[in-house]
């Protein structure tokens, strides 16, 4: 049975930083597109980005890059969600996810499994 756990969230001011983990069991690691998503109140969930099972391709939305980076340790099961400079509307519950495609456009369609997410809150 596939686990994922977040951890790392909380609450930090604006232009702060916080860095998300997500501890991963129960599946071969290695083998996994490793994604990240967030869910604001009120919002639709939003996918972050993604990091494939090399480590040699990213992928990032618009509205964190160039703020945000993923990570991953295929050695420890591990991956990481770097967050600097943060926003307010950084605001979010966020999900680390696995899924077995890496391609343009992934959706939350193309990942099966599911971290049952970590606050992050950001004050103004």
């Known amino acids: 049975q596939v686990q994922l756990v977040e951890s790392g969230g909380g609450l930090v001011q604006a232009g702060g930083s916080l860095r998300l983990s997500c501890a991963a069991s129960?599946?071969?690691?290695?083998?996994?597109?490793m994604g990240w998503f967030r869910q604001a109140p009120g919002k639709e969930r939003e996918y972050v980005g993604a990091?494939?099972?090399?480590?040699?391709?990213?992928y990032y939305a618009d509205s964190v890059k160039g703020r945000f980076t993923i990570s991953r340790d295929n050695a420890k099961n591990m991956v990481y969600l770097q967050m600097n400079t943060l926003k307010p509307e950084d605001t979010a519950v966020y999900y680390c996810?696995?899924?077995?495609?890496?391609?343009?456009?992934?959706?939350?369609?193309?990942?099966?499994?599911w971290g049952q997410g970590t606050q992050v809150t950001v004050s103004s």
């Open positions: 996810t696995a899924g077995l495609y890496w391609k343009a456009g992934l959706t939350s369609t193309d990942f099966g499994s």
């Open positions: 990091i494939s099972w090399s480590r040699s391709s990213t």
């Open positions: 129960g599946l071969t690691f290695s083998r996994y597109t």
